[in-house]
T-cell receptor, first 112, second 114 residues
Framework: KNQVEQSPQSLIILEGKNCTLQ??????????LRWYKQDTGRGPVSLTI?????NTKSNGRYTATLDADTKQSSLHITASQLSDSASYIC???????????FGTGTSLTVIP | DGGITQSPKYLFRKEGQNVTLSCEQN?????MYWYRQDPGQGLRLIYY???????QKGDIAEGYSVSREKKESFPLTVTSAQKNPTAFYLC?????????????FGNGTRLTVT
């Protein structure tokens, strides 16, 4: 069964600290993996997209890693800011590219 | 600015009434999607369309209907047959020419049925 699991479910960190969010998937065959940021009451916004051959991709203070062998991805946030408070969603694209499997997200709260 | 517009942001309806959620995009994307988001669950696909005048059911299509008469528009109707319609609905689009193009989401419509 194709699944995407994220951990932790929620996380609270102090402003300025780093954190790492995890995503494990069983989707096969795999096309790409995406990380999205969703602010409360808004639509998700794309942070990174990685294909099978990419191990790391950065977008400012966000760095995503992918291990296609173990089917694991992580999103590392450096020097967190209050505006990083949001839900972070891992999305895996299946095979032909028009079917997406969504994780349930990690809710991140950054406190001053 | 290019993007996806969903309207209204909040919608309240009485049980038994049909309601239509609007989704318009000016990104010239071929593919459009409707998702439902409930607390503690990942987004679930309701319907998707890869081209005008064609659409396919997703995982939870029962009680919903769509149309795709124009490339820019993909309205979703929540019918009275949908047993639990209260949810946050997200519309998305993608450039179908590339598997690695991102999904672009609207800012959602929160539907409350009482």
């Amino acid at each position: 069964k194709n699944q995407v699991e994220q951990s932790p479910q929620s996380l609270i960190i102090l402003e300025g600290k780093n954190c790492t969010l995890q995503c494990n998937y069983t989707v096969s065959p795999f096309s790409n993996l995406r990380w999205y940021k969703q602010d409360t009451g808004r639509g998700p916004v794309s942070l990174t997209i990685m294909t099978f051959s990419e191990n790391t991709k950065s977008n400012g203070r966000y760095t995503a890693t992918l291990d296609a062998d173990t089917k694991q991805s992580s999103l590392h946030i450096t020097a967190s800011q209050l505006s990083d408070s949001a839900s972070y969603i891992c999305v895996v694209t299946w095979n032909t590219g028009n079917q997406f499997y969504f994780g349930t997200g990690t809710s991140l709260t950054v406190i001053p | 600015d290019g993007g996806i517009t969903q309207s209204p942001k909040y919608l309240f309806r009485k049980e038994g009434q049909n309601v239509t959620l609007s989704c318009e995009q000016n990104l010239n994307h071929d593919a459009m999607y409707w998702y439902r988001q409930d607390p503690g669950q990942g987004l679930r696909l309701i319907y998707y369309s890869q081209i005008v005048n064609d659409f396919q059911k997703g995982d939870i299509a029962e009680g919903y209907s769509v149309s795709r008469e124009k490339k820019e528009s993909f309205p979703l109707t929540v019918t009275s047959a949908q047993k639990n319609p209260t949810a946050f609905y997200l519309c998305a689009s993608a450039d179908g020419s590339s598997y690695n193009s991102p999904l672009h989401f609207g800012n959602g419509t929160r539907l409350t049925v009482t």
